[in-house]
């Protein structure tokens, strides 16, 4: 049996190699995803989506491995964060972030199967907001993305130059939420060491922005 993994199928996505701003070409994916708000370092709300989040995605995967003769590597971590006022990101203002947490699914994982490993997960568990985990469908399209390597905490000055100078000297304007890609282990890596992909979607500045 072939094991479907993000990495060697996307690697321009999720095995990105270091570098400046890249253009990218983001297919349709899907998710398993859950939406909260604040601070994640602080958060019980961030804690309670991957402790729903880890489990589905173990068992989706179990699921199609027994089920449908499919099996697959559980992709990392990802999320899309979003805030009314923009800066919250660069000013490092966490309390104002929502958030939508996720973790890829294969293209084959439909949402019957994701609710049938939520009642096994439930039935184990009985993890309260396990009810928010959804499967959701992204259409980021064109994105710029860059490999970060560092502290979460840290990041404020490369978005505020994707922001305030890659964006505005190539034309574009944001098409949707920010999107980060977790490809390190906190719990393993040393801070300075983690490697993480900041994407933004993209389009064109059109004269009325």
């Known amino acids: 049996m072939d094991k479907f993994d993000f990495k060697k199928t996307y ?39 991957l402790e729903c989040l880890y489990p589905t995605a173990y068992a989706v995967k179990f699921a199609s491995k027994k089920n449908l003769d499919r099996d697959f590597t559980v992709g990392p971590l990802e999320g899309q964060w979003r805030a009314a006022d923009m800066t919250a990101f660069t000013r490092g203002d966490k309390a ?9 699914q294969p293209p084959w994982i439909t949402p019957e199967l994701v609710a049938d490993a939520l009642a096994a997960v439930q039935k184990k568990k009985r993890l ?16 710029v993305q860059i490999l970060y390597i560092g502290a979460y905490d840290a990041e404020g000055p490369v978005l505020e130059r994707l922001h305030h100078q890659w964006l505005p000297a190539h034309g574009l304007t944001f ?31 059109q004269p009325a922005d």
């Open 96 to 104: 104002a972030w929502d958030w939508t947490m996720l973790v890829a």
């Open 128 to 143: 309260p907001g396990l009810d928010r985990v959804r499967l959701l469908t992204l259409e980021e399209g064109t994105a």
């Open 175 to 205: 098409n949707g939420d920010h999107h980060e890609v977790y490809l390190s282990d906190p719990r393993r890596t040393a801070t300075e060491k983690l490697r993480t992909v900041l994407r933004q979607p993209v389009r064109p500045i």
């Open 11 to 49: 690697p321009e996505l999720y095995a990105p190699k270091a570098g400046d701003f890249a253009l990218v070409e983001v297919p349709p994916l899907q998710y398993l995803a859950y939406d909260g708000h604040g601070d994640p370092n602080t958060s019980s709300e961030y804690v309670g989506a």
